[in-house]
């Protein structure tokens, strides 16, 4: 059913599917451990689990160790520390009044991916393809547009931080991809397990330090709820290796316009779980992620 040439679809289908799910779990632990804490989760315990996934691989494909080239470094400080910091600013959107503006600039992701994708590394997309992005990305703004939130448009700032955001998730994609095909010598699913260890690594190490240094009260906390904290972050791990493979196998704005689809998972949990009704406008952005992304996988 699935060629390797296209198995970035179903890949992509498992990541969103576990971001929602460790997502979920996450957000339990915001609470208790603020959420610079929460998000530290994702990498300190999903760390050791990226490990086994890569020590699994290596047993099952017979692959050696890798030895990446030097470009392999920047690529995957680019990655790691990019993603870093769209988080960080996605947090302060989360403060801010013009929450709501801010989230629609972010939905820029894929199309800044595109972008960066293709001047960084030569990524390169069809017509059809690039119609389906921004069809796909016109329908994710739509639907978290809400009523009286286009008077915030006119600020500056959540432009600014909104944009910023999604630059950075976009290089993160785009940094995270072109670590993985440079990794030498291996299969792609070793490629793509080997950078998630390290870019786990740095993510790690950068946000353990700064908690130590800013907030170490907090890493007392991570440790003493350990038990929930380690499927968060084998959820987080799990889902990052999945993302990871699918940057191996196509351009990283064609698996980020797919990963829109989380925007669908997320709409039928509301709907269905908690009884909330979509509004016209929430159902016509659905129908444009629904296209968008029909025609992504067609073309």
């Known amino acids: 059913m699935f060629s390797i040439a296209t198995l970035w679809i179903p890949f992509t289908l498992t990541a969103a599917l576990g971001q929602?799910?460790?997502?979920?779990?996450?957000?339990?632990?915001?609470?208790?451990?603020?959420?610079?804490?929460?998000?530290?989760?994702?990498?300190?315990?999903?760390?050791?689990?990226?490990?086994?996934?890569?020590?699994?691989?290596?047993?099952?494909?017979?692959?050696?160790?890798?030895?990446?080239?030097?470009?392999?470094?920047?690529?995957?400080?680019?990655?790691?520390?990019?993603?870093?910091?769209?988080?960080?600013?996605?947090?302060?959107?989360?403060?801010?009044?013009?929450?709501?503006?801010?989230?629609?600039?972010?939905?820029?992701?894929?199309?800044?991916?595109?972008?960066?994708?293709?001047?960084?590394?030569?990524?390169?997309?069809?017509?059809?393809?690039?119609?389906?992005?921004?069809?796909?990305?016109?329908?994710?703004?739509?639907?978290?547009?809400?009523?009286?939130?286009?008077?915030?448009?006119?600020?500056?700032?959540?432009?600014?931080?909104?944009?910023?955001?999604?630059?950075?998730?976009?290089?993160?994609?785009?940094?995270?991809?072109?670590?993985?095909?440079?990794?030498p010598g291996v299969s792609f699913v070793t490629a793509a397990s080997y950078t998630l260890v390290f870019g786990l690594f740095v993510q790690t190490l950068v946000l353990t330090v700064y908690l130590l240094v800013r907030a170490p009260d907090v890493l007392k906390k991570i440790l003493s709820l350990w038990k929930p904290s380690m499927l968060a972050g084998f959820m987080g791990a799990f889902a990052s290796q999945f993302w990871f493979l699918s940057f191996a196998l196509t351009a990283a704005a064609n698996v980020r316009t797919l990963a829109l689809i989380e925007v669908l998972f997320a709409q039928g949990v509301a709907y269905y779980s908690f009884k909330q009704p979509l509004s016209a406008r929430e159902l016509s952005g659905i129908v444009l992620i629904v296209i968008g992304v029909a025609l992504l996988v067609a073309a």
């Open 20 to 183: 929602v799910a460790r997502n979920a779990m996450q957000r339990q632990l915001t609470g208790p451990l603020g959420t610079w804490g929460a998000t530290n989760i994702r990498f300190l315990f999903g760390f050791p689990f990226s490990i086994l996934f890569f020590v699994v691989v290596l047993a099952v494909s017979g692959d050696h160790l890798p030895v990446p080239t030097a470009a392999f470094w920047p690529w995957l400080l680019l990655g790691a520390l990019t993603q870093i910091i769209g988080t960080g600013m996605m947090l302060v959107a989360m403060n801010d009044r013009s929450f709501v503006v801010t989230t629609a600039y972010l939905k820029t992701e894929a199309i800044q991916t595109a972008i960066f994708g293709f001047v960084f590394l030569g990524d390169h997309l069809t017509l059809l393809k690039v119609v389906a992005i921004l069809i796909a990305t016109a329908g994710v703004v739509i639907a978290a547009l809400r009523p009286g939130a286009e008077k915030g448009f006119t600020d500056l700032k959540p432009t600014l931080i909104g944009l910023g955001a999604a630059a950075s998730f976009a290089l993160s994609a785009v940094g995270f991809r072109g670590a993985v095909i440079v990794v």
